[in-house]
């Protein structure tokens, strides 16, 4: 995703600003997030399906519409976060009703981990950008080994995606919370909250792999 640069820096309460707006809609989106999978809590996993594609339209507006609209694009943004809460809805639903110890703990584990690796990144002076571009191949290496774990039975193949996966996002989350110390472009805000809120969503989803298999 692309956002707009300013020809003048943010100033040091300029830059607040941006750290505090973009958490703010993250936090926002989650409550979003939240509501989208307390009502798909029944339903089936296929129609999460669709949900999900709904979800991943909502991204691609929201990056064209940014730089015309930051209203549309907070709007669509907050749409984002209630459909992918009803495409994971019977993920959740499933690890709630058999064991919810397990999401409690991943999602403590999720605010630690994010809070950790973000400010790490949002503090370090070292440009992340190289290493982004590299935890992104990765990233898409991972899928293809997920693909794999469908059709082959891998010993602690699970376990071994959920790992590979946190520290992928652990080098993702660093990244986009560097992003947003430099970015110098206040309707960004938007965009680096839907970055941010992916990052604790796949991490948390990770986790909840990871607690539940120490339980089977």
């Known amino acids: 995703m692309t956002t707009t640069t300013l020809d003048v820096p943010l100033t040091h309460d300029e830059s607040a600003t941006l750290l505090g707006h973009t958490m703010g809609l993250v936090a926002a989106t989650a409550g979003f997030f939240a509501v989208g999978a307390y009502l798909g809590r029944d339903m089936s996993y296929q129609l999460g399906w669709v949900w999900f594609i709904a979800a991943f339209a909502c991204l691609i507006a929201m ?7 930051e209203g549309i694009a907070v709007a669509l ?29 991943a999602g403590a584990a999720t605010a630690l981990f994010v809070a950790g690796f973000g400010a790490a990144g949002y503090a370090t002076r070292r440009d992340l950008s190289a290493l982004a571009r590299t935890f992104f191949w990765a990233l898409v290496a991972l899928l293809g080994f997920g693909v794999v774990l469908i059709f082959v039975d891998i010993p602690n193949g699970a376990l071994i995606y959920a790992i ?17 110390r430099r970015n110098q472009d206040i309707r960004s805000a938007p965009l680096l909250a839907a970055s941010i809120f992916l990052d604790a969503l796949n991490v948390f989803l990770f986790f909840l792999q990871i607690f539940s298999g120490d339980r089977d």
């Open 63 to 69: 990056n064209v519409v940014t730089r015309r609209s």
């Open 77 to 105: 943004l907050f749409g984002f976060g209630l459909l992918i809460g009803l495409a994971v809805a019977p993920t959740l639903s499933y690890y709630a009703g058999t064991d919810p110890t397990t999401v409690w703990e």
């Open 164 to 180: 590979g996966g946190l520290v992928i996002f652990a080098g993702l989350t660093a990244f986009d919370f560097q992003r947003l």
